[in-house]
């Protein structure tokens, strides 16, 4: 997917008119078409390439993560030890999927951010360091066990998008996943989040500008055209 997405960057990104003619009337209906009835699948080349920035730009976060091995290897054994008592604690190979459910409200318009509570946050992150705590001060800490209780509170620290530990979550979706009614996210994953709105936001109005495609479409403005196509590729460029 990854080397799919830079092939097609470099014909849309760098080549306008290849751009513009992706935008006929018969390719922009086709696509409404496709989108509205979630046929995704069925979207031609370029509303599909479009999709791929916005799954790659909420999925920026995780896949640029710059923790050393050795960090990365514990954070997913202690998963691994608090999956087993919390059968909802966060794992690493749900990020893909939850990515492709935030694209999907975002097409439907219908996701929802709001600010967290500072005191919740602040609630959350105190439950974690006095279990912590507690555990420092235990003579025998090699008889301490990972219980629910404490697999629970350190879940609510796990942003379940890039899936980095021990973070406060100032974000919250209006998203089901799994169990949950709202998903938690830290604020690197938001601003991405916002930057693939963005995106989504202009290339919707590309599709909805039937009456300026109309005028550019003709021999006469095909000068106009061409600059358009180059701005627009400079966009998509930005973005990707």
Same mark, same amino acid.
């Given at each position: %997917?990854?080397?799919?997405?830079?092939? !097609?960057?470099?014909?849309?990104? =760098?080549?306008?008119?290849?751009?513009?003619?992706?935008?006929?009337?018969? #390719? *922009?209906?086709?696509?409404?078409? !496709?989108? *509205?009835?979630?046929?995704? =699948?069925?979207?031609? &080349?370029?509303a599909q390439f479009v999709l791929q920035i916005m799954n790659a730009l909420v999925l920026k976060p995780y896949n640029s993560q710059s923790a050393m091995a050795s960090d990365r290897d514990r954070d997913r054994n202690l998963a691994?030890?608090? =999956?087993?008592?919390? &059968?909802?604690?966060?794992? +690493?190979?749900?990020?893909?999927?939850?990515? @492709?459910?935030?694209?999907?409200? #975002?097409?439907?318009? &219908?996701?929802?951010?709001?600010? *967290? !509570?500072?005191?919740?946050?602040?609630?959350? +992150?105190?439950?974690?360091?006095?279990?912590?705590?507690?555990?420092? =001060?235990?003579?025998?800490?090699? *008889?301490?066990?990972?219980?629910?209780?404490?697999?629970?509170?350190?879940?609510?620290?796990? @942003?379940?998008? @890039?899936? %980095?530990?021990?973070?406060?979550?100032?974000?919250?979706?209006?998203? +089901?996943?799994?169990?949950?009614?709202?998903?938690?996210?830290?604020?690197?994953?938001?601003?991405?989040?916002?930057? @693939?709105q963005r995106l989504w936001r202009f290339y919707e109005a590309m599709l909805e500008w039937d009456e300026g495609w109309q005028i550019l479409f003709t021999e006469k403005h095909e000068q106009s055209k061409s600059v358009l196509g180059?701005?627009?590729?400079?966009? #998509?460029?930005?973005? !990707?």
């Amino acid at each position: %997917k990854d080397l799919q997405m830079v092939s !097609s960057l470099q014909v849309y990104g =760098s080549n306008g008119d290849i751009l513009i003619d992706s935008m006929t009337a018969v #390719i *922009r209906a086709q696509t409404r078409k !496709s989108l *509205r009835k979630e046929h995704y =699948s069925a979207l031609p &080349a370029f509303a599909q390439f479009v999709l791929q920035i916005m799954n790659a730009l909420v999925l920026k976060p995780y896949n640029s993560q710059s923790a050393m091995a050795s960090d990365r290897d514990r954070d997913r054994n202690l998963a691994t030890v608090l =999956s087993e008592q919390y &059968a909802e604690f966060p794992m +690493q190979n749900d990020c893909q999927q939850l990515a @492709c459910m935030i694209v999907f409200y #975002i097409l439907k318009s &219908a996701l929802q951010i709001e600010r *967290r !509570s500072e005191v919740m946050m602040e609630n959350e +992150q105190q439950h974690v360091q006095t279990i912590n705590t507690n555990t420092n =001060s235990n003579l025998n800490k090699e *008889r301490f066990v990972y219980d629910l209780q404490y697999a629970k509170c350190y879940a609510k620290l796990v @942003c379940r998008l @890039c899936w %980095k530990h021990n973070q406060r979550l100032p974000h919250c979706l209006n998203i +089901q996943y799994k169990k949950e009614n709202t998903v938690n996210i830290c604020d690197e994953c938001h601003l991405w989040i916002l930057t @693939c709105q963005r995106l989504w936001r202009f290339y919707e109005a590309m599709l909805e500008w039937d009456e300026g495609w109309q005028i550019l479409f003709t021999e006469k403005h095909e000068q106009s055209k061409s600059v358009l196509g180059v701005l627009c590729a400079i966009v #998509i460029r930005h973005y !990707s």
